[in-house]
């Protein structure tokens, strides 16, 4: 382990980046264009390079049970969607975008999949916030809520509009 809180501050703004770009669709924000531009192989290995990170070089994540279980799960889960996309694309966006009134099985398992997903950025990012000063992780935060509205425009531009709330 890096153990570095020099990098554990580079790593963080990633982290609160990719907690908010999981809100928005758990949140139901625009919803169809986030799953279709982040249901990508790349962006799966992205995340797992992430967590990585959040493991080499953060001391409060590395040192918390919680933060570790949350590593384990999340690069167990990604290392398998990575896969599965990168072999199964078609699949895997159609499984994504399910609705209740299709199949509510898969629709609850992808949704709580979702849900734990976006659990684990959050746990991590709440455990290395609650480490910083305030201001400082205020300040690191700002590069995240630049990249997500740049990211996100780009979702809604190369996807479509903001679709309504699946029924």
Not at 24 to 40: A, K, N, V, Y
């Amino acid at each position: 382990m890096l153990d570095s809180l020099v990098l554990q501050m580079v790593v963080f703004p990633v982290g609160v980046l990719y907690l908010l770009l999981h809100a928005g669709p758990l949140l139901r924000l625009w919803h169809e264009p986030s799953i279709r531009g982040g249901t990508r192989w790349q962006f799966f290995a992205s995340e797992v390079a992430l967590f990585v990170g959040w493991a080499l070089a953060s001391p409060v994540v590395w040192r918390s049970p919680v933060g570790r279980v949350a590593v384990a799960l999340h690069l167990g889960m990604h290392v398998g969607f990575t896969l599965a996309d990168y072999f199964a694309h078609d699949f895997l966006l159609r499984s994504a975008l399910v609705p209740w009134a299709r199949s509510p099985w898969l629709w609850f398992g992808k949704e709580f999949g979702l849900f734990v997903d976006t659990a684990s950025h959050g746990v991590l990012v709440a455990l290395v916030a609650a480490s910083l000063p305030p201001l400082t992780a205020l300040a690191l935060c700002v590069p995240a809520l630049a990249a997500f509205a740049w990211v996100t425009r780009g979702y809604l531009k190369h996807h479509g509009g903001v679709t309504p709330r699946e029924g």
